[in-house]
């Protein structure tokens, strides 16, 4: 069955710090995979996709993801973060790339000065 | 601004109680999803429609139902509610051939 598995519930960071939020799947065939930023009370926002184009993929806000088919990952990355990216960060995939999505259970992000 | 609005933001349901939520999708688009967020947890995958046609569905038991109008608006409905049903519900619009999901501020419901 297909899956994603992000590593570290909670990850905190120091402003102006890098920014890794990881995530791997798993996927019978090659999928469309995503990354959501969620605030407090709100929907999810797109950061960025992967659909089959380049593997190095950038997002909004300064943030840009890595497909890597070898190690089935596509991690998050920022170079500096700052304190407005605190919030709550979802990976996702859609395995037949129709956008029934398969969410990770999330990654809380924390900036601190 | 994503276009996508989810009617009411939060809600009270007694267990055993039906609830009606509602979605208005981006203008143009055919396809929506509802997904469930429980709290601390990712969305889960509820069901998709496609042009008023069921087009998938999730782990979910029948008692979760929904509706997509000619206008593409959707409703989702739970009969029979439990505790395990308090929860973010969100719906995401698609347009046809995007791979974008577009998603709404979600409804916030709590059985009690």
């Known amino acids: 069955a297909q899956s994603v598995t992000q590593l570290g519930s909670h990850v905190s960071v120091s402003e102006g710090a890098l920014v890794l939020l990881r995530c791997n799947y798993s996927?019978?065939?090659?999928?469309?995979l995503f990354w959501y930023v969620q605030y407090p009370n709100q929907g999810l926002q797109l950061l960025l996709k992967?659909?089959?184009?380049?593997?190095l993929v950038k997002g909004i806000n300064g943030f840009e993801a890595e497909f890597k088919k070898s190690e089935t990952s596509f991690h998050l990355t920022k170079p500096s973060a700052h304190m407005s990216d605190a919030a709550e960060y979802f990976c996702?995939?859609?395995?037949?790339?129709?956008?029934?999505?398969?969410f990770g259970a999330g990654t809380r992000l924390a900036v601190h000065p | 601004e994503t276009g996508v609005t989810q009617s009411p933001t939060h809600l009270i349901k007694t267990r055993g109680q039906q609830v009606t939520l509602r979605c208005s999708s981006q203008?143009?688009?055919?396809?929506v999803s509802w997904y469930q967020q429980a709290l601390g947890q990712g969305p889960q995958f509820i069901f998709q429609?496609?042009?008023?046609?069921?087009?998938g569905r999730g782990n979910f038991p029948p008692r979760f139902s929904g509706l997509q109008f000619p206008n593409y608006s959707s409703e989702l409905n739970v009969n029979a509610l439990e505790l395990d049903d308090s929860a973010l519900y969100l719906c995401?619009?698609?347009?046809?051939?995007?791979?974008?999901?577009?998603f709404g501020q979600g409804t916030r419901l709590t059985v009690v």
């Open positions: 996702a995939v859609s395995p037949a790339r129709d956008n029934k999505l398969i």
């Open positions: 996927s019978s065939v090659p999928p469309y």
């Open positions: 992967y659909t089959s184009a380049a593997t």
């Open positions: 203008s143009g688009h055919n396809t």
């Open positions: 429609y496609y042009r008023e046609e069921e087009n």
């Open positions: 995401a619009s698609m347009g046809q051939g995007n791979t974008e999901a577009f």
